[in-house]
């Protein structure tokens, strides 16, 4: 996914906040409701140089003491009156507009976020995870800061300087036409300046997200990273990434701050102007002092305003390029979907039944490589059959084709006789127990990492699966037993008990279908024994394709498949295939006189 700003068409610059308009939809009462109370405040606003020109005409203009005090009185009373509403009409809109930049962004940062989970692998084959946090965190709370106070602000200055530079072309329009011919001469300018913050805002953003990839990739890996000593290299490469996102970043503020100080002195240069020409007709006696007081709150007001919008164009700016950044993420479309009109599966006694069909498979990112070629294989419900091969014959992949990761691009997998592509993804992956290799533990409790294989087991069937899984003493064992805090990614627990809450957490599945990727490649000479059991046990059941590298894990499979180069060169079982001496057979020769020397670690 590209990160450059100059590369992206005209018409996704110009798209700007629109992207953010299906999130703003659902609330439009009480975006409206808030735009009526920021309307209420700003008439209030204006209201205040009216009072005030009433308390210097009338007031100092009586000339009898006591009519002067009541008139005084009164007026500020009048003042009093508009204060009070302004505080009322503000105070609401403070909440309505905080409310709604929440709420929104809360609602923009779970579509992405959910848009994200639903994508292929393929995805993120391009994609940093870093790159996506960044997205959902920084990006969406750039987006609060313009919905939930610059936007509002913005509109209730647009209105207030609006209704000021109104009424000041009503009480003096010769001076105004003058001071308009002048404003307009300034707002080429800052609209030139304007996309320049845009484009620097952007391309901000998208550095800030390259600190996060580069984080995200290296605390993923800190032990790695720690034993080969490169604690200070990466910590020069992250400050590398951070130092060109400030430069970024100093390019945009010092574009900004050139535009906010071009603004408001052009702005104030102009209102001075017109307050001269007043002061002038008032020593002429053609206005009162009073006209003279309101003409001078309204031209502060008005250049007051013109500041404050200043700075907010360089917020919604800013806020523009980091929508464009969240609305490319959701637009992002999975070649991985579901078909128009999924077909129900048909259920079968036993397990499932699988057949590969002619599949032929490049990885996106690999296109000239085939990762399967030609592959036609059919499993029957309850068989047991097991993938070997070297390092890059197809087996992994096999797996990811069956969940409808990827999807291949000629040939076709059935199950039970439905296409998968025929198949929603829902039902098609609750039909199927994956154990990976490398075992997924979530910062959780024990209890609730093996219930995520059936949400809504209870607390029996975790522990009857735990216990199938030869899980359960060493949970009994944690301090807290089931309700133990597992840490992230499991690092309370050793390589095999990570492995064997796996094991349990698809044993609580019960699928039909049953994939094992090296699932015992983790434990220790005694685990594997009896989790193998355990396993032979659950496979009697169920339809069950296993990943071995360690042959010795599956001599009693029914059929064992050799892949070599994404093709099937041979089948068979572990004694006929020894005898044809082929393939398996020198991995087989291999490995089990290697295996009787080095026994696996936990």
């Not at 690999?366 to 029957?380: E, F, I, K, N, W």
């Not at 006789?417 to 198949?423: A, D, Q």
């Not at 609730?448 to 209870?458: F, H, K």
């Not at 983790?522 to 296993?546: F, I, K, W, Y």
Request: proline share 4%; aromatic share 6%; net charge neutral.
């Amino acid at each position: 996914m590209s990160s450059t700003t100059n590369d992206r068409p005209a018409s996704s610059q110009a798209r700007s906040l629109s992207g953010l308009a299906p999130f703003l939809r659902p609330y439009r009462g009480r975006i409206a409701l808030a735009l009526l109370l920021l309307v209420l405040a700003a008439l209030a606003t204006l209201a205040f140089p009216l009072a005030l020109r009433g308390l210097i005409d009338a007031g100092f203009g009586a000339s009898n003491p006591g009519e002067r005090l009541m008139a005084l009185r009164e007026h500020f009373l009048a003042m009093f009156a508009v204060g009070a509403a302004l505080g009322v009409f503000s105070a609401s809109r403070f909440y309505m507009v905080t409310w709604l930049g929440e709420r929104v962004t809360a609602d923009l940062r779970n579509a992405v976020y959910s848009h994200v989970l639903r994508q292929s692998p393929e995805f993120f084959e391009t994609t940093q995870t870093g790159e996506v946090l960044s997205r959902i965190t920084t990006d969406t709370t750039v987006v609060q800061t313009v919905v939930g106070s610059s936007l509002s602000m913005g509109l209730r200055n647009s209105v207030m300087g609006i209704g000021a530079l109104v009424m000041l072309i009503v009480t003096n329009p010769y001076v105004m036409g003058q001071v308009l011919g002048i404003l307009v001469l300034i707002v080429l300018p800052a609209l030139y300046f304007g996309r320049r913050v845009r484009k620097l805002s952007r391309a901000s953003q998208d550095r800030v997200a390259d600190t996060s990839a580069i984080a995200a990739e290296v605390l993923n890996a800190v032990t790695v990273v720690q034993s080969y000593t490169q604690e200070r290299a990466e910590s020069e490469r992250f400050a590398a990434a951070s130092e060109a996102a400030f430069d970024t970043a100093r390019k945009r503020t010092r574009v900004r701050s050139f535009l906010v100080a071009f603004i408001i002195t052009a702005v104030f240069g102009a209102m001075l102007w017109g307050l001269y020409q007043g002061t002038q007709a008032v020593i002429a006696g053609t206005i009162s002092a009073g006209h003279l007081g309101q003409t001078v709150v309204y031209v502060t007001l008005l250049v007051s305003s013109v500041a404050v919008l200043a700075e907010v164009w360089g917020d919604v700016l800013r806020a523009a390029g980091a929508t464009e950044r969240l609305v490319e993420l959701m637009e992002a479309r999975s070649p991985v979907a579901d078909p128009p009109a999924p077909r129900p599966l048909t259920a079968t006694t036993g397990g499932s039944r699988v057949e590969f069909d002619a599949i032929q498979f490049h990885y996106p990112s690999r296109p000239q490589t085939a990762a399967l070629d030609g592959l036609s294989l059919a499993v029957q419900p309850g068989e047991t059959v097991a993938l070997v091969g070297p390092s890059g014959a197809g087996k992994t992949t096999v797996f990811q084709l069956l969940l409808r990761f990827y999807d291949p691009q000629s040939g076709s997998i059935r199950l039970n006789g439905v296409p998968t592509r025929e198949l929603s993804l829902a039902e098609l992956r609750a039909s199927v127990g994956l154990v990976p290799q490398d075992s997924v533990i979530f910062s959780t409790t024990a209890l609730e990492n093996i219930r995520y294989g059936r949400p809504g087991a209870s607390d029996d069937e975790v522990i009857a699966a735990a216990r199938a899984a030869f899980a359960d003493d060493f949970i009994r064992a944690l301090p807290e037993g089931y309700a133990s805090f597992l840490g992230e990614r499991g690092v309370r627990l050793s390589g095999g008990q990570r492995q064997r809450i796996s094991i349990a957490r698809a044993m609580l599945k019960n699928p039909p279908l049953l994939l094992l990727d090296e699932a015992t490649s983790a434990l220790d000479a005694e685990s594997e024994r009896v989790v193998q059991a355990a396993l032979e046990a659950a496979m009697q059941h169920r339809t069950t394709l296993v990943i071995a590298h360690r042959l010795a894990t599956i001599q009693k499979a029914d059929r064992i498949v050799v892949l070599d180069a994404g093709r099937i060169v041979d089948i068979g079982r572990h004694d006929e295939l020894v005898a044809r001496g082929g393939l398996y057979a020198k991995l087989a020769a291999m490995q089990f006189g290697l295996e009787t020397e080095a026994p696996t670690a936990s």
